[in-house]
């Protein structure tokens, strides 16, 4: 009975009539702006313990992701900029609310990591997933790999995460300037001339295949937004990533 019911909810979506959708819509992105803008600082780390303390927002925009999605009201996702700008903005929001629902860990790192991303679970538009799931099922098979430089699991290794909700309108170039910011810190990109080395952020590893669609090897990837020059022919090595939890309070434990 219990995988019944289970199976149930995974392939039954709730269906909101467009126009209480699109008023949700716009409620909901103002939720999430107000948290990015509060809680955020222009590193882009969280004050997690002050949003504990103040969750409204952050919730109010949960609880919208649960009913609507692109899936569930395709209509007001019309666009594939739309889809993609909701989803980049979902996953970084259920992210941020699985550290409080988590009880605020201070890493991701060993076994940790597997109930983060995979046991826990989240209702997106009526579809019950973990956010590995929703990752590598439903974002990564729209095309766009710049969203490694823009989805945000909370961890310090991952993309600074701005102080702003990603939105259909201004997509692109959003994307475009997270790709440029993430090689633009040493923590990401590291040129090392005496060894004819670059070093790169670990999501370069993670995520190959999506970078390679669109160029021969990783520098000629990463070349294209980079600020220094670095040639073709050098080797490529990874920066170990960082799972520590990017809380801004976490150099006072």
Same mark, same amino acid.
């Given at each position: 009975?219990?995988?019944?019911?289970?199976?149930?909810?995974?392939?039954?979506? #709730?269906? +909101?009539?467009?126009?209480? $959708?699109? =008023?949700?819509?716009?409620?909901?992105?103002?939720?999430?702006?107000? +948290?990015?803008?509060?809680?955020?600082?222009?590193?882009?780390?969280?004050?997690?313990?002050?949003? !504990?303390? @103040?969750? !409204?927002?952050?919730?109010?925009? /949960? @609880?919208?992701? $649960?009913?609507?999605?692109?899936?569930?009201?395709?209509?007001?996702?019309?666009?594939?900029?739309?889809?993609? !700008?909701?989803? #980049?903005?979902?996953?970084?929001?259920?992210?941020?609310?699985?550290?409080?629902?988590?009880?605020?860990?201070?890493?991701?790192?060993?076994?940790?990591? /597997?109930?983060?991303? /995979?046991?826990?679970?989240?209702?997106?538009?009526?579809?019950?997933?973990?956010?590995? !799931?929703?990752?590598?099922?439903?974002?990564?098979?729209?095309? @766009? =790999?710049?969203?490694?430089?823009?989805?945000?699991?909370?961890?310090?290794?991952?993309?600074?995460?701005?102080?702003?909700?990603?939105?259909?309108?201004?997509?692109?170039?959003?994307?475009?300037? =997270? $790709?440029?910011?993430?090689?633009?810190?040493?923590?990401?990109?590291?040129?090392?001339?005496?060894?004819?080395? /670059?070093?790169?952020?670990?999501?370069?590893?993670?995520?190959?295949? %999506?970078?390679?669609?669109?160029?021969?090897?990783?520098?000629?990837? +990463? #070349?294209?937004?980079?600020? =220094?020059?670095?040639?073709? %022919?050098?080797? +490529?090595?990874?920066?170990?990533? %960082?799972?520590? #939890?990017? %809380?801004?309070?976490?150099?006072?434990?």
């Amino acid at each position: 009975m219990k995988a019944l019911i289970f199976a149930t909810i995974l392939s039954v979506a #709730i269906l +909101v009539p467009p126009a209480i $959708a699109q =008023e949700r819509e716009t409620d909901a992105l103002a939720h999430w702006t107000r +948290v990015l803008r509060v809680f955020v600082n222009n590193q882009g780390e969280v004050d997690f313990r002050g949003l !504990a303390k @103040d969750p !409204a927002d952050l919730k109010a925009f /949960v @609880d919208f992701i $649960a009913k609507v999605s692109p899936e569930s009201n395709p209509a007001l996702f019309p666009t594939m900029e739309s889809r993609l !700008a909701y989803h #980049i903005n979902a996953y970084n929001a259920l992210a941020m609310y699985n550290v409080i629902d988590s009880g605020m860990p201070t890493s991701l790192s060993g076994l940790r990591k /597997v109930g983060f991303f /995979v046991f826990k679970q989240f209702s997106i538009g009526g579809r019950t997933m973990s956010l590995y !799931a929703y990752e590598n099922e439903v974002i990564r098979p729209l095309g @766009d =790999e710049r969203v490694h430089f823009a989805l945000n699991c909370m961890a310090v290794g991952c993309p600074r995460l701005p102080k702003t909700p990603f939105t259909a309108s201004e997509l692109d170039d959003q994307l475009d300037r =997270e $790709a440029r910011r993430f090689f633009a810190e040493p923590r990401n990109l590291q040129r090392v001339p005496e060894t004819k080395t /670059v070093r790169l952020s670990e999501i370069l590893k993670f995520y190959r295949e %999506d970078f390679l669609r669109r160029s021969p090897n990783l520098i000629a990837y +990463v #070349i294209q937004y980079a600020r =220094e020059k670095i040639p073709e %022919d050098y080797a +490529v090595e990874f920066i170990g990533y %960082d799972w520590t #939890i990017n %809380d801004q309070n976490r150099t006072e434990r």
